[in-house]
Each structure stands twice: as structure tokens, then as C-alpha cells.
């Protein structure tokens, strides 16, 4: 590897309150999507390299029903193509390959289905944050596909099911009541709370900018683990607004107060060797020793 060629730390995600839902301290967004093509073995294979014990992806439907990988309902980004993956049967798009753009070096992987991704989650001992990726019309049928494939699969490892659609998640829990689930959302008028409570939710994921320390405080006291997410492709200081659950920091000010930081940074985002620097100097108040042993790797290989 040369000098120049940067070296990404994979971006992890969530951590969560452990009365309610005992995921670990770091999970791999969409696998390791900065590090590996996303939402592929490859991801899951990567996020367990650095040590990560919980894996983030997106599942939607195929055509034909089959439970797919993939986070873009449009292909053309990530999965090569044109069109649509719910267009496409599960067998035209095992003939489709899927690559990493912020690492377009690397080598192009097949699709992932989920039975090969909880298959490698088991094998792997990684926890998995499932999210429902549901599309206009099909809610339904995607909670019954998804209800039914877990009624069927044995799991080793811990599963949390997430969902930006209120339909899909009542679908999903009317057929699976006893698995832990959580609802994303963005909108600062939602009732999150009416929801939660409805629905008898583990966790609420708020986009960043709702976290409050109301919020957090109104969660923990129902029980509820808070996971916040931030979808800026711009780097952006975010402090931790007293939450000690989980948040997704693109640029993170000062570790979250807790056992978790998110580092989530490439060529795009980061700022430069200082603000990495700066990164890496908070990074030395983690308590998770391999984070830091990893991020001080990385930093002598990006710019060394």
C-alpha cells in the first residue's frame, strides 16, 4: 500500500441501551460499506476484521419475492444495472454484481440474499440490525416474507428488526410479536411516542437532529433504546447532545458519553490529516481498546 492510499475505518453505527436490547458497542453500517462493496459478505467479512460484533443491512424484495440485499431501490449506484431491484427477478440479479464507488479499485461481489447473510451473521457471531426497506405497496408482503424466512432459519446470534414504515413494521410484528424491533424516522412531527408505545418497540431511531435530551429521557423512561442516524454526505460536527445510546457521527466532536463512538470517514468526508489527527487524539479516552489500536493503524497508513 503507498502513502497516498487512504485506508478507511468502517463505519460503526449503533449502540443501544442493554435493558432493553443487548446489541454490541460497535455495529458496521449496511455491513462495512466504506471499507467493502455494501450490504455483501465482503461487508460482513470486513466489519468482523475490525472487530466489529453487529452488522446494520437493508432487505427488500425481488419480483418474485425473494428477500435481497440493498439499500437503493434504484440500481446503477452500488448493484450494476438499470432500472429497479424489486423489477428484477432473484435470479437475473445473482447475474448482477455490486462494487464499492468511494473504492472503485476494488473488485465488483455478487448480490446477497438474506439467507446467505444470516448464514454468514452466524457464522460470523454477528448480531444483526435488519432493516426493512419497503416499497410503496408491498409492505405487507415483505413483513410476511421476512416473518415467515425467520419462523424457518435458526439464529445464534441476536436480531433487531428496523423499518422506516409504520405498515411494514405492524405487518412484520402482527406474524413475529416476540422479535425486537424499532421504528426510524426523520419527520419532527411524527408521534414516535404513540408508535413505540403501540407497537411495543425495543428501540426509536431518530434522525440526529431530533435527538434531545427529552427525547432520550422520555425513551429511557419506557425502556426504550435510542439509535440516532444521520444521512449528510458532508462532514458536519455533531456533538453527542447527552445521548448515551447510539448516534451515527460523520464528523464526531467528542466521544459519545458511554462505550460508543462512530469514526465515519473517507476521502470525501475527511477533513485532512489535522482534523484526523484530532479524531485519533479524542479517540485515546475510548475504552475499547482494539478501536483505538485500529484507528492508530489506520491513521499510520493513511498518512505516514
Known amino acids: 500500500m503507498n502513502r497516498n492510499e487512504k485506508t478507511l475505518l468502517p463505519p460503526c453505527s449503533i449502540e443501544v441501551d442493554r435493558t432493553t436490547w443487548s446489541l454490541p458497542n460497535l455495529v458496521a453500517h449496511r455491513g462495512a460499506g466504506f471499507l467493502a462493496p455494501e450490504n ?8 468482523k476484521e475490525f472487530s466489529c460484533r453487529a452488522v446494520e443491512f437493508d432487505v427488500q424484495l425481488t419480483a418474485d419475492g425473494e428477500l435481497v440485499l440493498s439499500h437503493d431501490a434504484k440500481l446503477g449506484r452500488v448493484i450494476d444495472g438499470v432500472g429497479f431491484v424489486g423489477e428484477l427477478s432473484a435470479a437475473d440479479l ?3 454484481r455490486v462494487r464499492n464507488p468511494r473504492q472503485p479499485q476494488q473488485d465488483s ?55 422506516f ?15 425486537p424491533c424499532g421504528f426510524l424516522f426523520e419527520d419532527p412531527k411524527c408521534d414516535w411516542l404513540a408508535l413505540a408505545r403501540k407497537l411495543k418497540l425495543q428501540t426509536v431511531h431518530p434522525h440526529k437532529d431530533l435527538v434531545t435530551p427529552e427525547l432520550i429521557e422520555t425513551a429511557h423512561a419506557h425502556g426504550w433504546g435510542v439509535m440516532a442516524w444521520d444521512g449528510r454526505r458532508r462532514p458536519r460536527s455533531y456533538g453527542a447532545q447527552a445521548n448515551r445510546d447510539g448516534c451515527h457521527l460523520h464528523k464526531p466532536s467528542r466521544p459519545v458519553e458511554g462505550d460508543f463512538l462512530e469514526l465515519l470517514f473517507d476521502e470525501h468526508r475527511s477533513g485532512g490529516p489535522e482534523q484526523i489527527a484530532r479524531i485519533g487524539a479524542r479517540a485515546e479516552g475510548l475504552q475499547h481498546h482494539k478501536t483505538r489500536s485500529h484507528l492508530r493503524r489506520i491513521l499510520s497508513l493513511s498518512f505516514g
Open 94 to 96: 445473482k447475474l448482477l
Open 40 to 47: 455483501t459478505l465482503a461487508a460482513f467479512t470486513t466489519a
Open 109 to 163: 461481489v455478487p448480490v446477497c440474499f438474506l439467507q446467505e447473510a444470516v448464514e454468514a451473521c452466524n457464522s460470523l457471531k454477528l448480531a444483526m440490525n435488519m432493516e426493512l426497506k419497503s416499497i410503496a405497496g408491498r409492505e405487507e408482503e415483505l413483513a410476511e416474507r421476512v416473518a415467515e424466512f425467520f419462523k424457518k432459519t435458526q439464529l445464534t446470534v441476536p436480531l433487531l428488526v428496523s423499518s
Open 165 to 179: 414504515s409504520v405498515e411494514c413494521l405492524t405487518a412484520f410484528l402482527n406474524r413475529s410479536p416476540g422479535t
